[in-house]
């Protein structure tokens, strides 16, 4: 089977994956982060009266016209009306509401004016510029109007959607449920941390670090184990992720070794291979399957190899599976800060972090270390930035275009 470029890849397996049908109701206090399953219309206007953005004092602009510091308007003092309380009385000509921020403004009333803008006394408030109707009083449903589309599904639940929610007497949002997916690491020489590494061991970071971006991508990680190298133990623990998860992601065994088995146990239970590597550096080594309607993302062992393409190519299938309304990746342009001395004879990401200290120009901090092995330098890194296949060695100031992962 030929190779793929990554992003004919990434846009296949997109095309391929589907959200999931479950939802499920979430209390607002655990709903961040979660994945609207339903468009959310608003029920009520926000804020649902008119209100007063300012302490102050509420009066009809009318009589008002004209004042100034040579002649100022003087006007009785009808009622003090704090945020949380109501109003009495209307407002008529010549008089004035003493108002706290938040209250809602009386009716008689068209505008209000700051208390350090007048004169007062426990009776009186005098003016001393003139006001138009509407000054200073914020309208009900200047933020949100009864009957308009809030947010749409498929919208990630932020901070100030949850205060949005509550606003609107939503307690229990209808979300989507995180899609369970398996993760699957394979390799006679894991062991698990905090074991005695002995005999060539190494320890199963793979584990953690895919049950790490799983959860960050709003999945649930289910753990299906660490199988040794043979295509029946390997195609055993599939079998069994199949039956409990809507995807999995595997690592290891999928290069062309004597030991790489993962291929083959696709093969054994019938899953359709759809990529079999890609023209990529790191993470060409891989390979995509479909088996019932569930995709199964196969990895390279190597743990940043690994962690490159699946950012690269993986994660937007993910977040579509989450239900999320724009599953793919945020690109921008960026300028590397530092010399890449390597050629490019295939496509290669550079991974780094963004940095915006430079007025009017995002630049990348490249990682110091590249290689597929190299984990920690990928810690809080936050861009994939794309080398064109064939090209040289890049000067620092050279602009690629670069994959945002999170902000």
């Known amino acids: ?100 921020t938040g209250a809602p403004i009386p009716p008689g009333a068209d505008a209000v004016t700051k208390y350090e803008d007048t004169k007062f006394t426990a009776e009186t408030v005098t003016l001393f510029a003139p006001s138009r109707p509407g000054d200073n009083i914020v309208p009900q449903g200047e933020d949100v109007h009864t009957g308009d589309l809030l947010v749409p599904r498929g919208t990630m639940i932020d901070a100030a959607l949850l205060g949005s ?92 070794g004597d030991y790489d088995m993962t291929p083959a146990a696709l093969d054994a239970i019938g899953a359709e291979t759809l990529v079999r590597e890609l023209d990529l550096k790191p993470g060409g080594a891989c390979a995509y399957a479909r088996k019932d309607g569930r995709l199964i993302f196969c990895l390279s062992g190597n743990p940043a190899s690994a962690l490159t393409n699946y950012y690269a190519v993986v994660l937007p299938a993910l977040r579509k599976l989450t239900g999320l309304g724009t599953p793919e990746l945020p690109s921008l342009r960026v300028r590397i800060k530092t010399d890449y001395p390597k050629r490019s004879p295939k496509t290669r990401l550079l991974r780094g972090r963004l940095d915006l200290s430079g007025e009017g120009v995002a630049w990348m901090e490249l990682a110091e270390a590249q290689g597929n092995g190299v984990l920690h330098t990928m810690i809080g890194c936050n861009l994939l930035a794309v080398v064109p296949a064939g090209s040289g060695r890049l000067a620092a100031g050279t602009e690629l275009e670069a994959y945002l992962l999170f902000f």
């Open 1 to 100: 089977m030929p190779k793929t470029s990554f992003t004919q890849a990434r846009d296949l397996l997109l095309s391929l994956s589907t959200p999931i049908s479950r939802t499920e109701r979430v209390p607002l206090t655990f709903a961040l982060g979660r994945v609207l399953a339903e468009d959310v219309i608003a029920q009520s206007d926000v804020p649902p009266f008119d209100r007063s953005p300012y302490d102050g004092y509420a009066f009809q602009a009318a009589g008002t016209a004209g004042a100034s510091r040579e002649n100022p308007v003087t006007l009785k003092i009808l009622e003090e009306v704090p945020a949380g309380s109501m109003w009495s009385r209307p407002v008529t000509p010549g008089t004035a509401t003493k108002i706290l």
């Open 165 to 256: 929610l509550a606003s609107q007497g939503m307690t229990e949002p209808l979300a989507c449920a995180r899609p369970k997916v398996g993760v699957l690491t394979t390799g006679s020489e894991l062991a698990e941390a905090g074991d005695t590494l002995s005999g060539g061991r190494i320890v199963n970071s793979n584990r953690y670090t895919f049950q790490g971006v799983l959860s960050e991508a709003g999945c649930e990680p289910v753990f299906l184990g660490a199988p040794g190298d043979t295509v029946e133990a390997i195609a055993q623990a599939l079998e069994a992720g199949l039956s409990q998860c809507d995807a999995i992601v595997t690592t290891g065994g999928v290069s062309v």
